[in-house]
């Protein structure tokens, strides 16, 4: 925030608020008419020694436009400082929020797919190691038939 933006009008708002009467006798004593804009910035930059001019400036316009764009930017800092948020900001966060959404959106979509091909290779090495002990039970079958028949010749040629 500002700080020396709200130094300026409080101080501005006390030295008017002190000096109004003295104010009041000044243009009684100057017995000053009102009648050019100038004459009275004048007198008023002579009273208060606040407005001080700028070289090259003639009317006080772009002083007040600054003035203006410094007080929205201190209280966009004011309102930042207490939680609120400008609607630019609000704007920029909606349309992050939609973006990160559908992000995720197509984040779910590819873990989906993913998961459907580990499964599948899954599945396929499931069938493999189907395959494998079928193939392992065939051949102790096999070799189960073998010692059998050794067996039973051994047996039969003992009698």
Do not use: C
């Not at 909606?94 to 290779?121: D, S």
């Not at 392992?136 to 028949?149: A, C, H, N, P, V």
């Amino acid at each position: 925030m500002d700080t020396d933006f709200l130094e300026y009008w409080g101080n501005m708002l006390v030295i008017m608020a002190k000096s109004r009467r003295q104010a009041d006798e000044t243009m009684k004593l100057f017995n000053i008419e009102a009648t050019k804009y100038s004459e009275l910035n004048d007198t008023y930059r002579e009273i208060f020694n606040q407005f001080t001019p700028v070289a090259g400036q003639d009317d006080l316009s772009e002083f007040w436009n600054n003035a203006a764009k410094n007080f929205n930017a201190s209280f966009k800092d004011y309102l930042k400082t207490i939680g609120f948020a400008t609607i630019e900001d609000y704007n920029k966060l909606a349309g992050e929020h939609e973006e990160l959404k559908a992000k995720y959106e197509e984040q779910q979509e590819t873990i989906k797919q993913l998961r459907l091909l580990v499964n599948e290779k899954g599945m396929a090495d499931q069938v493999e190691l189907v395959k494998n002990f079928q193939e392992l039970m065939k051949i102790q079958g096999e070799r189960f038939s073998e010692t059998m028949t050794t067996m039973a010749t051994a047996f039969s040629k003992k009698d």
